[in-house]
């Protein structure tokens, strides 16, 4: 075995697809990438993710307490980069890459139809937020886009570097 710098230990513990967040706040919409993101319960579904402090949408996201995190293709690969190597500071990142959008039914965060599935979420948690940037949000409403069934994801393992969700390996286990 080789030491391993410690700078890359996220790409081993990489926690699930790469995601969109869009926010609303004072009539400006934004979307942001993201891979900090984790499940926390199921009933209801809850997820926690990290919003650095110096991202365009952490200031929108505290104020309003709520958000849309979209789960884009692969397919949007190239999309999905763009947006995350820019500042909704300094563009219109819907213009600029031809985001369309759509209304959601629970927060004024904007869905993202051409995205696999949409969750509409609030905020409930942000004890640890001023010291990890760490939001607990709860899943209001879910959207599926079924024209999208079974596109791959995307996973950062970082520098640039992605993998593509692979096949479904079923292992029988007890059920709770």
Not at 34 to 40: F, R
Request: aromatic share 8%; charged share 25%.
């Amino acid at each position: 075995m080789r030491t391993l710098p410690l700078d890359r230990v996220y790409q081993f513990i990489e926690p699930g697809p790469v995601v969109l967040l869009t926010t609303r706040y004072r009539d400006r919409a934004n979307v942001m990438a993201m891979s900090w993101h984790m499940m926390v319960d199921f009933e209801p579904p809850q997820l926690a993710c990290i919003v650095s402090d110096a991202n365009e949408s952490f200031v929108p996201l505290r104020k309003t307490r709520e958000c849309v995190i979209a789960i884009p293709p692969a397919g949007l690969a190239r999309t999905v980069v763009d947006i995350g190597n820019c500042s909704g500071r300094d563009v219109d990142k819907f213009a600029r890459f031809g985001l369309d959008t759509k209304p959601a039914r629970r927060v004024a965060a904007p869905l993202l139809p051409a995205c696999i599935a949409n969750l509409e979420c609030r905020v409930i948690e942000t004890r640890l937020v001023n010291a990890f940037c760490l939001f607990v949000l709860e899943v209001l409403q879910a959207w599926v886009e079924p024209r999208l069934r079974g596109e791959k994801t995307l996973h950062h393992q970082g520098y640039g570097r992605f993998v593509l969700d692979g096949d479904v390996v079923r292992v029988p286990s007890r059920k709770p």
